[in-house]
């Protein structure tokens, strides 16, 4: 009988001892999980309209599904925490993985002439569209977030100024959503407006390439805008951009000095760039080295192609298009102003320097 009893005290113990117990990893691992599984869903749904419709780029195709799915009530409220992840950290590793496309040696052969006026172009389209965006009534952030995107590189300036504010609200991913979503527009008609336009104003192949590179947002936007105009438009347009993405690291580190001087902690750290800053401007110094195969480079933008993507389906399913269209048309009409204010800068920065 005691035998009996002290065995049926011992044997819980020994299986509570032997269960595993749940850590907060594997907590976080399910609470991600449908986000994730949502989000590869819309890569693969983007890449298959993309292929299909080959007009239609991928990130736009991966933005407008996540927009589609959240507002249909496709998307169950349990993958917004996995949703959010990727528009957040996936998104930063894309930013690291740009690092590898600028080529210096390609930047250097402009000359410092077309360099001073594209940084000039950019520092104009940033600081006048967040004055625009302050006359207009806009958030500062709202502001900040679309001025970075049209004056520097689109979707990834978006997330990396996005990054250094440290703001986590789901009013912060509406911003940056549709902050996305107006460089993705404008950038979608510039590839259709801008070629003609260059035509019309009696451009050059190579200044026409040199205009796109400094006013046309995303680097795929870029490429295929000058790819309309021709293979005499394409290297200088690519090398101009190039100096806009150089140009994230140095302009969100200001950013992030300045958000943190005017949150007003009460304790002084030193000013510090965010670990995917660091990590973006490695990729650069890696890329001046010549040491990296093509094939590596191939993969790397592959890999930062799809990144994105499914950071911009997370963006995407962030925006709800009932709260957006009740507020959303002056952003809009910033958007367009922006879009205006640097490929009207730019286009007198080309005269200028040719």
Known sequence: MLRIMA???????VRAHDARPTTSRDRRGRQLAPGLVACAAGVAGAWGLHRLAGAVPLLTAALLLGVLTVNTGLLPQAARAGTRFAATTLMRAGVVLLGLQVALGDIAG???????MTVIVL??????T???GHRMGLSARMSLLVASGFAICGASAVAAVKGVLGERSDETERDAATAVALVTLCGTLAIAVMPAAGHLLGLSAYDEGRWIGASVHDVGQVVATATVVGPAALVPAVAVKLIRVAMLAPVTAVIAVRARRDAGSGTRRPAVLPAFLLGFLA???VRA?????HAALDAANTTKDVLFAAALFGLGSAVRLGPLLRTGRRALLLGLASWALVAGVSYAGVLLTR
């Open 7 to 13: 065995t049926s005290t011992v044997e819980p113990r």
């Open 130 to 132: 967040r004055w625009l």
């Open 123 to 128: 520092l104009a389209t940033l600081f006048g």
């Open 110 to 116: 402009l000359g410092w002439q077309t360099i001073v």
């Open 289 to 293: 080295t010549g040491t990296v195969p």
């Open 283 to 285: 990729m650069v110094a």
